[in-house]
């Protein structure tokens, strides 16, 4: 039972570098989110998205894009990496509405150096 | 605006006893969902329990339970018998009801729960 899985689990980048995180889920969910969690701020919604070829800008976007191409995969893309985009993300799935959990990925810690 | 408010940055307790962490949250929505998860050391995300806004009853997972006070608005996870694998960080969130982002999480900041032998 793979669930939801990303890659890279760690990456170090210089600023200015550019890189794609990938996240898979194997349980057919609609929906999927990138979550970035910081120290002392709990998750906070990057961008998310209902459905293959949508998407949407959560709570923090600036700085990152995503696609979502394929039903089971959803790419968080950072063009031009900054030092505060050091964090760990982290990708979620779910069926979608108010009363289903989200299934989370193991989660990648980026620094950006 | 929504929001999770937990107000226990850290918590101590022993080994065998009962434990109640806070979570309150603020939204406008008469259809959401409360979440509580757990973060191990090891950093995955672990869902626990589910409370929905129209449930009458307070959820039930093993030693888990929420207790939902609708009016007050809070819905703190008691953890039963405690054990030292529940050392952990746990995040109470809820799901926003409008439109296309239903389902996505709102995350308090977490309370860091320390279990003593």
């Known amino acids: 039972n793979a669930g939801v899985t990303q890659t890279p689990k760690f990456r170090v980048l210089k600023t200015g570098q550019s890189m794609t995180l990938l996240c898979a889920q194997d349980?057919?969910?609609?929906?999927m989110y990138w979550y970035r969690q910081d120290p002392g701020m709990g998750l906070r919604l990057i961008h998310y998205?209902?459905?293959?070829?949508?998407?949407a800008k959560g709570e923090v976007p600036d700085g990152y894009n995503v696609s979502r191409l394929k039903k089971q995969n959803f790419l968080l893309g950072l063009e031009s990496a900054a030092p505060s985009q050091t964090s760990v993300y982290f990708c979620a799935s779910s069926r979608g509405g108010t009363n289903t959990e989200a299934f989370f990925g193991q989660g990648t810690r980026l620094t950006v150096v | 605006a929504q929001k999770i408010t937990q107000t226990q940055p850290g918590m101590f307790v022993q080994e065998k006893e009962a434990v109640t962490l806070d979570c309150t949250y603020d939204?406008?929505?008469?259809?959401?969902?409360l979440f509580w998860y757990k973060q191990p050391s090891s950093g995955e995300m672990i869902f626990l329990i589910y409370?929905?806004?129209?449930?009458?009853q307070n959820a039930t997972e093993g030693r888990y339970s929420l207790n939902f006070q609708k009016a007050r608005k809070s819905a703190n996870l008691v953890i039963s018998a405690s054990q030292l694998g529940d050392s952990a960080m746990y995040f109470c969130a809820m799901s926003q009801g409008r439109g296309g982002s239903q389902g996505n999480l709102i995350f308090g900041k977490g309370t860091k729960l320390s279990v003593k032998p």
């Open positions: 409370q929905g806004s129209y449930d009458e």
């Open positions: 998205s209902v459905g293959e070829g949508t998407t």
């Open positions: 939204t406008s929505d008469q259809s959401y969902g």
């Open positions: 349980m057919n969910h609609e929906y």
